[in-house]
């Protein structure tokens, strides 16, 4: 049973643009779907981007570097685009909407699409935090291994939550859950 909403074709979108090659990367974007792939389980849309909602910089370092599928049934392959020949966000927005469009449409999973920016976002950082959290926990065992004793190391996960405490405790002021909580949920 569907859990997510379905779009049809025409219909303007917020989604999370993401990839085979890099999964962990979200690219927030503003689209278009210009046609559809019914699935039981997680339809897909071929999109035409319209705008994008992080930094030039960000995509310079990832947009480039990922690939994506361009039709329902193929491989995933990088953009034909470089870096360089952009200086914002908008001169790239441009490119991909010119009358060589088509080139440049991705396929995107049904359940990373939303109806408003809103639901987008709140979407964004649900998967933002599970990744960030996920990666603190990784840090935190490598760092107080017994044998690793480098300049990142500590004696162990509590100074290691310690130092976390110290740095990230007023971000958790307006948080939903208590910082120890926090903690207490990666181990």
């Known amino acids: 049973m569907k859990r997510h909403r379905i779009f049809n074709k025409g219909d303007y979108i917020y989604g999370l643009v993401a990839s085979q090659s890099k999964p962990n990367i979200l690219i927030p974007i503003r689209g278009l779907i210009v046609d559809t792939k019914w699935d039981r389980v997680n339809p897909k849309y071929k999109i035409k981007i319209l705008k994008f909602y992080d930094s ?8 480039f570097d990922i690939s994506f599928s361009k039709d329902f049934d193929s491989k995933s392959r990088k953009m034909a685009l470089k870096p360089g020949d952009y200086n914002n966000i908008e001169e790239l927005a441009i490119r991909l909407n010119k009358e060589d469009e088509k080139r440049f449409h991705i396929i995107i999973d049904s359940i990373m699409c939303m109806k408003t920016k809103h639901e987008m976002k709140e979407l964004f950082n649900r998967i933002q935090f599970y990744i960030i959290s996920k990666r603190y926990k990784e ?4 760092s107080s291994r017994a044998m690793f004793t480098g300049t990142l ?7 290691f939550d310690a130092l976390f405490r110290s740095a ?3 971000k958790f002021e307006s948080f939903d859950i208590s910082l120890n909580e926090y903690i207490k949920s990666l181990d």
């Open 56 to 63: 030039m910089y960000f995509l310079k370092k990832h947009f």
């Open 139 to 142: 840090i935190r065992e490598a």
């Open 168 to 170: 990230w405790s007023n």
């Open 153 to 159: 190391s500590v004696d162990g996960k509590h100074e």
